[in-house]
């Protein structure tokens, strides 16, 4: 009997202890390091630290970084821009001939690979499975890439100090310094912090995050509705509407009073989004049903060193704000990643003085930092036309401008 009780003890522990496991089912939570072709962020810096660069290939990074700023995204340089197109940043249409550059930095990472192969010098795991030419490509189609903050401090006769994003949240980590002397190239280990990358030269490797959307520069290129930054708005033609006049909402200004991100990480990644009813002009209830709202989404880069400056964009967000909507929905967002959700929130309109909410669905990443959310009024928005506004961390400026 005493033993047929510890059978069903048993027996209860064993049903009872799954009812308490956590599943844990967020793919994007995990590091793909059981991925054939997952290679890490520190064996891409060994890698490039193990290089004779000389100022060829500094100039080559200064001409991405560059690239990818004036387009609008970080101060960055993707490992496929590298292998397909040397010295173009994210954003480039056009593909740079390898031609502009002697020798370009993958064809040094090519032959590095090779000549740690034939030597069997330091054969990473991921480099034993995969080979060299798997390994090129699986370098060259993932997310990795060279971020040089204040890259506009410095000549490219400056080799710089190289370092990767520990992903843990540090703001120190290990990095090597490239040391030329006499033809003799040796690396000393050093600890590299913000402070650093401020006094000397320093090459992040880490993960891009920005690279897949369009930046407002980029939008701006595009279509010219969306204004000039810091210069002139530009609106649709009054033809584009049936009333004599309308009103847009500008968003004339932007200041980040933070980082979102460890500096390893980069700049943040801002995206602003409104949900309105553009054009809005029913008379009757039935006409509501006839109205689709419209999402305007677009993402704003602030470089670290751009912390606490006020940004000039003027970029339109409601083209066309009828009298009859009293209120947008609006988000600030600075994206993490993960995966897809929405904010399922309302715009308001107004007919024949009753109210109504247009259901609007605003999509975001199911780890990014919610900078801020809610609704805007039109008498709010035209009584602080041009003055700055707080929304969290971040201070924007509006105007509204009747046309």
Same mark, same amino acid.
């Given at each position: 009997?005493?033993?047929?009780?510890?059978?069903?003890?048993?027996?209860?522990?064993?049903?009872?202890?799954?009812?308490?496991?956590?599943?844990?089912?967020?793919?994007?939570?995990?590091?793909?390091?059981?991925?054939?072709?997952?290679?890490?962020?520190?064996?891409?810096?060994?890698?490039?630290?193990?290089?004779?660069?000389? &100022? +060829?290939?500094?100039? %080559? =990074?200064?001409?991405?970084? @560059?690239?990818?700023? #004036?387009? *609008?995204?970080?101060?960055?340089?993707?490992?496929?821009?590298?292998?397909?197109?040397?010295?173009?940043?994210?954003?480039?249409?056009?593909?740079?001939?390898?031609?502009?550059?002697?020798?370009?930095?993958?064809?040094?990472?090519?032959?590095?690979?090779?000549?740690?192969?034939?030597?069997?010098?330091?054969?990473?795991?991921?480099?034993?499975?995969?080979?060299?030419?798997?390994?090129?490509?699986?370098?060259?189609?993932?997310?990795?890439?060279?971020?040089?903050?204040?890259?506009?401090?410095?000549?490219?006769?400056?080799?710089?100090?190289?370092?990767?994003? &520990? +992903?843990?949240?540090? %703001? =120190?980590?290990?990095?090597? @310094?490239?040391?030329? #002397?006499? *033809?003799?190239?040796?690396?000393?280990?050093?600890?590299?912090?913000?402070?650093?990358?401020?006094?000397?030269?320093?090459?992040?490797?880490?993960?891009?995050?920005?690279?897949?959307?369009?930046?407002?520069?980029?939008?701006?290129?595009?279509?010219?509705?969306?204004?000039?930054?810091?210069?002139?708005?530009?609106?649709?033609?009054?033809?584009?509407?049936?009333?004599?006049?309308?009103?847009?909402?500008?968003?004339?200004?932007?200041?980040?009073?933070?980082?979102?991100?460890?500096?390893?990480?980069?700049?943040?990644?801002?995206?602003?989004?409104?949900?309105?009813? +553009?054009?809005?002009?029913?008379?009757?209830?039935?006409?509501?049903?006839?109205?689709?709202?419209?999402?305007?989404?677009?993402?704003?880069?602030?470089?670290?060193?751009?912390?606490?400056?006020?940004?000039?964009?003027?970029?339109?967000?409601?083209?066309?704000?009828?009298?009859?909507?009293?209120?947008?929905?609006?988000?600030?967002?600075?994206?993490?990643?993960?995966?897809?959700?929405?904010?399922?929130?309302?715009?308001?309109?107004?007919?024949?003085?009753?109210?109504?909410?247009?259901?609007?669905?605003?999509?975001?990443?199911?780890?990014?930092?919610?900078?801020?959310?809610?609704?805007?009024?039109?008498?709010?928005?035209?009584?602080?036309?041009?003055?700055?506004?707080?929304?969290?961390?971040?201070?924007?400026?509006?105007?509204?401008?009747?046309?």
């Amino acid at each position: 009997m005493k033993n047929y009780s510890l059978v069903n003890i048993l027996i209860s522990v064993i049903l009872i202890l799954p009812s308490c496991e956590i599943i844990d089912n967020d793919e994007d939570t995990h590091i793909l390091d059981m991925s054939s072709k997952y290679i890490s962020l520190s064996e891409v810096a060994d890698i490039l630290a193990s290089l004779h660069i000389t &100022p +060829e290939q500094v100039r %080559e =990074v200064q001409d991405a970084v @560059r690239a990818s700023s #004036d387009n *609008g995204y970080d101060e960055e340089y993707t490992m496929k821009k590298l292998f397909t197109a040397p010295g173009a940043g994210v954003g480039d249409e056009e593909t740079r001939s390898a031609s502009g550059y002697d020798v370009p930095l993958s064809r040094m990472i090519e032959e590095h690979l090779h000549e740690m192969v034939s030597t069997k010098s330091s054969v990473s795991s991921t480099l034993d499975r995969l080979g060299i030419d798997g390994f090129l490509q699986a370098l060259g189609a993932s997310d990795i890439q060279i971020y040089w903050p204040f890259n506009d401090n410095y000549d490219t006769d400056v080799m710089p100090v190289i370092t990767f994003d &520990p +992903e843990d949240g540090s %703001e =120190v980590n290990v990095g090597y @310094r490239m040391i030329n #002397d006499d *033809g003799f190239h040796r690396v000393e280990e050093v600890l590299v912090d913000e402070e650093m990358a401020e006094e000397c030269p320093v090459w992040i490797v880490n993960r891009n995050t920005d690279a897949d959307h369009t930046s407002l520069e980029l939008l701006r290129r595009e279509d010219p509705e969306w204004g000039e930054g810091g210069g002139d708005i530009i609106i649709k033609p009054a033809s584009a509407t049936s009333r004599k006049s309308h009103k847009s909402l500008i968003l004339k200004d932007f200041k980040a009073n933070r980082n979102y991100d460890t500096w390893f990480a980069g700049a943040s990644e801002f995206f602003v989004k409104v949900g309105a009813v +553009e054009d809005f002009t029913a008379s009757t209830e039935a006409e509501l049903r006839l109205y689709t709202p419209a999402v305007t989404d677009f993402m704003i880069v602030v470089k670290r060193k751009m912390k606490g400056q006020s940004l000039p964009f003027n970029a339109v967000l409601v083209s066309d704000w009828s009298d009859q909507m009293t209120h947008c929905a609006f988000m600030i967002t600075e994206d993490d990643g993960g995966t897809m959700t929405t904010w399922d929130c309302k715009a308001l309109v107004r007919i024949a003085s009753k109210s109504y909410g247009v259901e609007i669905k605003i999509p975001f990443n199911s780890r990014d930092d919610i900078v801020w959310r809610g609704q805007l009024a039109s008498s709010w928005l035209e009584g602080n036309s041009n003055l700055s506004a707080n929304f969290g961390d971040i201070e924007a400026t509006f105007e509204v401008v009747e046309y």
